[in-house]
């Protein structure tokens, strides 16, 4: 019965809170999987800081032709095995999210709304890869399938 009351959404307090970049006190979840990660980060040993949403890449939305702000959801900066420090910007996305709507035999508000949705997130998702490109760092979307 608890689980009918947990929220998908809160705050998440780190408990290796100087390996958090921005302020520890103000982490915020949008997801069971966002918080997942969240204590992944925390309780990794190889991660060496991290972030939530911390990071502005501006990106042009297809949909208004404007240029809006992203903030993707962690920016981490861990060892590894070789000893190496590497960068990542990782976005947490519902598999669902990232592949094309598929097509109804009557294109409702809804779908409509999805591929809206679908073509904004890759606008985000190139700008992201070019913002990482620039800066040698990896950019990587982690679904649930990732996240089990």
Known sequence: ????????????KPKN?????????KIVYRSLWERRFMQYCDDNNNIIEWGSE?????????VDKKVHRYFPDFYIQYRNTRGEVLHEIIEVKPKKQTKP????????????????TYLINQAKFKAANEYCKDRKYKFRILTEDHLT
């Open 54 to 62: 911390e990071i502005i890449i501006p990106y042009i939305s297809p």
């Open 101 to 116: 709507p598929k097509e109804p035999k009557r294109k409702t508000k809804r779908y409509i709304n999805e591929v809206a």
């Open 17 to 25: 809170y100087k390996k958090y970049t921005g302020d520890p006190t």
């Open 1 to 12: 019965l608890l689980h009918l009351f947990m929220s998908y959404s809160g705050r998440f």
